[in-house]
């Protein structure tokens, strides 16, 4: 038996992995298709092209291909801030009195703050090699939107990011990052897009929105030339670039000759989570491993656990692909929460597949509990972790808990996706004891529901 396990399980530069995992390709049974919107047919390379840049759609596309290089470029850029920790969470597990062994995997101590850099960093080398000149996006809390920025600067690509104007009053220092690092920042709704004067029209007021600004960046895209739309989850392509956080995982683990029970993560669109797991659960298909996979998500925006899995658009305005996924309907307007980027209807359609299969679990929880897990996990672990991540920490707390109940020594791995200094108003709301917890009516999931679209495929929907 090895020594005593450090509390940082390192890896050497040179031992990064240099491919990324296609978890798709240990599926038997792949997800569906993605639909051209119009024709309802599966989308080829050339629908998708139009709005995105050529490799990541031929890797959006592949099924079949299990380990795919990463190019010496990106491998490069990827050096600046990897590999991420890896660490034994030994005070967490002491102040739990749990004998279970808890690891994570901590993906903020990049300047943008989270996982996102791992696939911004690769769309924008990309489309320079492309021959492209910019890129558009869309940003909602501002992590993308400034991984987006930081990949552009080092690439040397103009980017234009559209912010949720709300978010863009509320996060002022956001939006200064994103523009010290050259990129051209519009709060969405803007008057520079017809999509945005139209919503404007409607309602000169509005906050904006997320399904908003990712019309107004395609619609910017398309007009423009030598230029694409880059997003930052959901698709499967981000998700293969944020498999670097599982081969990195499973390497440092490997070397210590140790293999989890139970991976947690938290889900947004799912890219977090999908790349964490990955190599674990492409195992686990494979019959050599028995792990347990947690998805965790806000209970005021509940996918996995109160969603359908069905045929839905990726943006309010119904305009993208159609997507097979677990969804809450495009037209699901969460509650305002303090985890930005758990906000949205839909998930990776992989991540749907396999949880509607039964390898994946999921559960959503409270933002006032969570909020006390990572309070918990600061005081003693000392990183202040991002909203988002924090519900990873609930659930790996809640299941270290489990084991000192049964006595089990099982081994924890769970993804921290970021950190938390752009989000000390929520800390504020945690401090000052005004944090609300929404749990939507089943009147207000009908309603979304109810823009799920009626085509069908959707016609044998799970309800
Ligand atoms: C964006 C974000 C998430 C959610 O996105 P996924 O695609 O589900 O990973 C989670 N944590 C942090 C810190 C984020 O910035």
């Known amino acids: 038996m090895a020594a005593k396990i450090p509390t940082r399980l390192h890896l050497d530069e040179e031992e990064i992995p240099k491919y990324w995992y296609n978890l798709r390709s240990a599926m038997k049974e792949k997800p569906q298709p993605i639909l051209h919107p119009g024709t309802l047919e599966p989308i080829d390379a050339a629908g998708l092209e139009a709005v995105f840049c050529q490799e990541p759609v ?70 320079k090699e492309e021959g492209l000149r910019s890129l558009t996006t869309e940003t909602g809390a501002g992590q993308w939107g400034t991984a987006m920025a930081m990949a552009c600067a080092f690439y040397g690509l103009d980017l234009t990011v559209f912010m949720v104007k709300v978010s863009a009053e509320q996060k002022p220092y956001r939006k200064t990052l994103i523009e010290t690092y050259g990129a051209e920042l519009i709060p969405s709704p803007s008057e520079t897009t017809e999509a945005g004067k139209a919503i404007l029209a409607q309602d000169p007021h509005t906050t904006g929105s997320l399904g908003c600004a990712i019309s107004e960046a395609i619609e910017r895209a398309m007009k423009t030339d030598k230029c694409r739309y880059v997003l930052g989850s959901v698709l499967n392509h981000v998700m293969l670039h944020q498999s670097i956080i599982g081969q990195e995982a499973k390497a440092a683990l490997d070397k210590y000759g140790i293999s989890p029970d139970i991976i947690i993560g938290c889900a947004g669109g799912g890219s977090n989570l999908g790349g964490l797991i990955a190599p674990f659960m492409g195992d686990k ?179």
Not at 82 to 109: D, M, N
């Open 58 to 127: 031929k890797q959006e596309l592949d099924e079949t291909t299990p380990l795919i290089p990463i190019p010496e470029g990106i491998q490069d850029f990827y050096r600046a801030y990897r590999p991420s920790g890896l660490i034994r969470a030994y005070f967490l597990e002491k102040v739990l009195g749990t004998p279970a062994e808890i690891y994570y995997k901590f993906e903020g101590t990049n300047t943008s703050g989270s996982h996102k850099l791992n696939s911004a960093g690769p769309q924008a080398y990309y489309a």
């Open 285 to 463: 298909l494979a019959g050599k491993s028995q792990a347990r996979f947690i998805a965790v998500e806000p209970i005021s925006c509940p996918t996995f656990t109160r969603g359908r899995y069905a045929y839905d658009f990726g943006d309010t305005g119904k305009t993208t692909p159609l997507i097979k996924m677990m969804t809450l309907g495009s037209g699901f307007i969460p509650a305002g929460s303090h985890a930005g980027g758990l906000r949205y209807h839909g998930m990776n359609s992989t991540l749907s597949k396999l949880f509607v299969d039964g390898y994946i679990e999921a559960r959503s929880e409270r933002q006032s509990e969570v909020f006390d897990a990572a309070v918990q996990f600061m005081k003693v672990e000392g990183i202040l972790p991002a909203p988002e991540s924090a519900h990873a920490i609930k659930a790996a707390m809640d299941e270290a808990l489990e084991c000192k109940k049964t006595g089990e020594k099982k081994v924890i791995l769970f993804g921290l996706s970021g950190t938390g200094y752009f989000d000390l108003s929520a800390f504020m709301a945690y401090n000052d004891k005004t944090l609300k917890d929404h749990v939507p009516t089943q009147e207000e999931l009908d309603r979304g529901f109810a823009s799920i679209p009626d085509i069908p495929q959707n016609s044998s929907m799970e309800k």
